[in-house]
Nanobody, 115 residues
């Protein structure tokens, strides 16, 4: 069983930056492909970015060039650096493995981009 705890969200102005963190319990964290997901109000949850154990990354077109996913296997933590934020990035952000395991969803962290 893996537990995931997201943090680092907040209110930021358009053009600003935030860094999200996802701390994972469990000794096999390093074996998982990890992903960041987001769900805006009234919309379905969507995949934002993934990173495999070797550090290979993939990004959704909507955030490509603005967000960077990374991981620290020694700390069992995955990060999402978000730059040049726009109002459309407003959502609750979650981490999970990829493909998702439903039981692993955490509480998420709210990101609000507004002036």
């Amino acid at each position: 069983q893996v537990q995931l705890v997201e943090s680092g969200g907040g209110l930021v102005q358009p053009g600003g930056s935030l860094r999200l963190s996802c701390a994972a319990s469990g000794s096999i964290f390093r074996l998982y492909v990890m992903g960041w997901y987001r769900q805006a109000l009234g919309k379905q949850r969507e995949l934002v970015a993934t990173i495999n154990s070797g550090g290979t990354t993939n990004y959704a077109d909507s955030i490509k060039g603005r967000f960077t996913i990374s991981r620290d296997n020694a700390k069992n933590t995955v990060y999402l650096q978000m730059n040049s934020l726009i109002p459309e990035d407003t959502a609750v952000y979650y981490c999970n493995v990829w493909p998702v395991i439903q039981n692993y969803w955490g509480q998420g962290t709210q990101v609000t981009v507004s002036s």
